[in-house]
């Protein structure tokens, strides 16, 4: 991994404390704080509206707009792991377990 992309990699750690931080926050003044409130479901719906507008944009072309809703994306996925009282540690953790595996390995595994 190149210095430019652990770099920009810090900027996924710092919205991953902020989320962290904001979801305890009055809902008056944290967009976060005000999601978080409303659940789980709530949360993973919202997730889901932004995967179909990653969808699609990439199925449009428009790589402008895929760069925009996957920043989008990955904002309210760490928001529902916040809501769901699952650190993003953990979601590493398993990466990190499948990391070297095949992803037909890893399918076949589950079944």
Known sequence: MTT???HK?????RLI???HERRLASADSSY?????A???PACAKK??????EVVIAAASGDRGAVVS???DLLYHLTVLLEAADVPVAEVM???ERREGTSGIVEKARRS
């Open 69 to 71: 809703e996957t920043a």
């Open 17 to 19: 404390g902020t989320v």
């Open 4 to 6: 430019a992309t652990s």
């Open 47 to 52: 997730l889901g509206e932004e995967a179909v």
């Open 93 to 95: 953790t398993e990466l």
């Open 9 to 13: 990699l810090d900027v996924l750690a």
């Open 38 to 40: 409303k659940g789980v």
């Open 32 to 36: 976060t704080a005000q999601l978080v």
